[in-house]
């Protein structure tokens, strides 16, 4: 029997230890957090404060009664006699001089003398710029609107200036806290110092200088995760001031407009930080259009058919508070359907247009019985039992009052189709590249939509379903990056968006910002929200806003009483017929005064701080403004097929 053998067991060899941290290292963490500590205190202690004091609106009262002193008939005589006196003294400083009088003595004299000069030609010409400065802009502003009831230096500070909007973007775009982490990053500590030298333009929206309430003015901002809303009256500074916010964007944007002034104003500084698009339909401004866009694109899939046929619909929906939009829902089921037909069988808008305007059961016609038959002949699995449904329901319907009126539904929502140079933007064009999303939301592209506003035949379905898709494809794309927002975020700038491209803004501000997409729209009335999106709709839209700019210029009670009423209230200061003097509240800003803001001022709402006025500069005064770039107005072929409603004698034919 043998003896079993014994082997020693391999222990494994030690894991080297990492070297202790020298003393150059203690050092250098010691170094970093010392300054790190000192620049914390410098921007969010001894900066905020020193200029807090220096803003206080106690120095614009002291500086007053210091003046209404001043004015005064003794004083005034008094400084007259100490200017006088010290001319006098100047005069006779050579003189003694001459006489044998010691330089110093000289020198004392003459010195006196000219303070005096200087004392009594300042005390004199105080009533002068009282006077004038009654006369300024800054002037008007302040002794018209007040100190007292505005939003103070710490309320701007704490959510509107530059500092409030860096840190927002710092915690909610990871790019940017990249930039700003201390060291190497490795423990994810901010810098403040670092924050406080990010771009401003990274991390919010210029909307004015502070003009009441601080003496001294704050830079207001809106951070990129709001969403912005102008409000102004025609030729007031709306156009303007959304200039500034197209500029200053970094990341994708898309700008619409019923006229060509954002294009000509923006496009060439735009054209410095990535590539610019022009999809002007109608050829406005004879600018002509650098792409094309089928509403087709994508509608394989029926949830994008579904969207798109909605955004065509609902840009012509009428007044919701008055039922003008009961056969919206309809139409815009049958619209999916001959979207997807279309999609599946290679066809265009064109053909889309023509079903629309011929509602006959027969495929023969080729009329909407024709999608009909391309869907229940379409392969299994590609078209959803509702879509055939739907459009069957419709066209075999024995309530032709019904048909009718969703048809004409459907009639205004590709309108547009009947405009040969519309047209033929809204089809796959050879020489003009079509748009692709995904290269569009990941550089600094910009996209300027343009179209004018018409009773008929209006572009506002093409222009609202363009801008529908880029904004479902972004929240698309948002979901899949980090922190589920677009960063840099996607910027839709939208002017006259109740004209030109209504969209679902009653549903798209409360989903926007949270996804990367920082939206500024613009209206020339509260009213045109009423009408376009309904009571409900408009009060979804108002208060969902996080900053409101609203201009002067309205007149109508019912949309300054509520704007003056956001503003809140003071106190001032009233005399009694005996007397007495006792407070009164009353309103920071009345209507009155509200519909005679100067030119280039806004009351500015925001959601955390009380109401504001500040001034903005029109967008043509900015030193880097670039000409337009060149757009080569290619010829505009009309469509491969006129879609037209069937006349009576094709009626007639057919049968």
Request: hydrophobic residues 45%.
């Amino acid at each position: 029997m043998s003896t079993p053998t014994l082997h020693p067991v391999a222990e494994p060899d030690p894991e080297p230890s990492s070297p202790p941290e020298g003393r150059d290292g203690r050092a250098r963490r010691a170094r970093a957090g010392v300054e790190r500590g000192l620049s914390a205190v410098w921007w969010r202690a001894v900066w905020p404060v020193a200029t807090s004091v220096a803003a206080s609106p106690g120095w614009a009262r002291a500086a007053a009664l210091a003046a209404g002193l001043v004015c005064r008939w003794q004083v005034q005589l008094a400084a007259a006699a100490a200017m006088v006196l010290g001319m006098a003294m100047c005069w006779a400083a050579p003189s003694a001089a001459d006489a044998g009088t010691t330089a110093l003595l000289l020198a004392a004299v003459w010195w006196l003398g000219a303070l005096l000069v200087t004392a009594g030609v300042a005390m004199m010409s105080v009533p002068v710029a009282r006077a004038a400065y009654a006369h300024t802009i800054r002037g008007r502003v302040r002794s018209r609107y007040g100190l007292d009831g505005w939003a103070s230096w710490w309320d701007l500070h704490r959510y509107v200036s530059a500092a409030a909007v860096r840190q927002i973007a710092v915690g909610t775009r990871p790019s940017l806290a990249d930039q700003v982490r201390d060291g190497d990053g490795s423990d994810g500590r901010v810098h403040p110092g670092r924050v406080a030298r990010l771009p401003v333009g990274e991390c919010g929206t210029w909307l004015g200088r502070s003009v009441v309430g601080p003496v001294l003015g704050t830079e207001c901002y809106a951070a990129k995760r709001d969403v912005v809303g102008l409000l102004a009256p025609p030729q007031t500074g709306k156009t303007a001031t959304l200039g500034h916010h197209v500029l200053d964007h970094r990341g994708p944007a898309l700008v619409t407009s019923t006229k060509t002034d954002l294009f000509e104003l923006c496009a060439g500084t735009r054209a410095e930080q990535g590539p610019v698009w022009l999809f002007n339909p109608e050829n406005l401004g004879e600018w002509g259009s650098t792409m094309s866009w089928s509403p087709v694109t994508g509608c394989t899939d029926a949830q994008i058919a579904q969207q798109r046929a909605g955004y065509l619909v609902g840009a012509t929906a009428g007044d919701p508070d008055k039922g003008e939009d009961q056969w919206d829902e309809w139409a815009t089921a049958v619209l999916r359907a001959l979207l997807l037909a279309a999609a599946i069988s290679g066809r265009e808008m064109d053909t889309v247009a023509r079903w629309v305007l011929r509602p006959s059961r027969d495929p023969a016609e080729g009329g909407a019985g024709e999608a009909l038959e391309i869907l229940r002949n379409a392969p299994p699995g590609l078209v959803p039992p509702r879509a055939v449904d739907s459009l069957w329901q419709v066209l075999a319907s024995r309530a032709h009052k019904t048909t009718e009126s969703i048809f004409l539904t459907l009639s205004r929502s590709v309108q547009f189709m009947t405009d040969p140079t519309v047209a033929a933007l809204a089809l796959p064009r050879p020489g003009l590249p079509e748009f692709d999303i995904d290269a569009f939301l990941t550089s600094n592209a910009t996209v300027f939509l343009v179209g004018s506003d018409r009773a008929h035949g209006s572009v506002a379905p093409l222009v609202a379903a363009f801008t529908g898709y880029v904004f479902e494809s972004a929240k698309t794309a948002a979901a899949r990056r980090e922190k589920g927002r677009l960063d840099p975020p996607l910027g839709l700038f939208l002017d006259e968006v109740a004209l030109i491209s209504p969209v679902a803004l009653d549903r798209w501000i409360p989903d926007s910002g949270g996804r990367g997409i920082h939206l500024v729209w613009a209206v020339q009335s509260p009213s045109q929200l009423v009408a376009r999106w309904g009571q409900a709709g408009s009060a979804t839209i108002w208060n969902s806003t996080n900053a409101k700019l609203v201009f002067g210029g309205f007149t109508l009670d019912e949309d300054l009483d509520p704007i003056s009423t956001l503003c809140g209230f003071r106190h001032e200061t009233v005399r009694d017929p005996d007397g007495r003097e006792r407070y009164e509240r009353v309103r920071t800003c009345p209507a009155d005064r509200l519909r005679v803001l100067p030119e280039w001022h806004a009351v500015l709402i925001h959601r955390a701080t009380p109401a504001t006025i500040v001034r903005t500069t029109p967008v043509w005064t900015r030193k880097d403004l670039r000409p337009p770039p060149p757009v080569a107005a290619a010829a505009v072929a009309p469509p491969t097929e006129q879609p037209r409603a069937p006349l009576p004698d094709d009626e007639a034919t057919a049968a």
